[in-house]
């Protein structure tokens, strides 16, 4: 059992930044893919970013390459998720994933574990 919880949610102007962090508890959870993912209202919730356990090998959608980094600090048991340049079109909830596969996968349906989400909102 692995649970995630997210931090570091907020409104902020489009242009800014913010980081948001997943804390990880529960037995081998440093060697579980991590992800992000996000919904907005009236949409299915989608991939942002995924980063293996090990190699660091990571997988970014289009919409946010250049823009955002994923990173981990496996000792802390953590998932960053770095977001800069943030336009209104990314505000959402943003979800924290685990799988329990050193596989990287970006479809909802191939993670486990699940965080409540933080909220983003980006005005314009």
């Known amino acids: 059992q692995v649970q995630l919880v997210e931090s570091g949610g907020g409104l902020v102007q489009a242009g800014g930044s913010l980081r948001l962090s997943c804390a990880a508890s529960g037995r081998t959870a440093s060697r579980y893919t991590m992800g992000w993912f996000r919904q907005a209202p009236g949409k299915e919730r989608e991939p942002v970013a995924v980063i293996g356990w090990s190699d660091g090998r990571t997988y970014y959608a289009d919409s946010v390459k250049d823009r955002f980094t994923i990173s981990r600090d496996n000792a802390k048991n953590t998932v960053y998720l770095q977001m800069n340049s943030l336009k209104p079109e990314d505000t959402a909830v943003y979800y924290c994933?685990?799988?329990?596969?050193?596989?990287?996968?970006?479809?909802?349906?191939?993670?486990?574990?699940w965080g409540q989400g933080t909220q983003v909102t980006v005005s314009s």
């Open positions: 994933a685990a799988r329990t596969s050193w596989l990287i996968r970006r479809e909802v349906n191939e993670y486990d574990y």
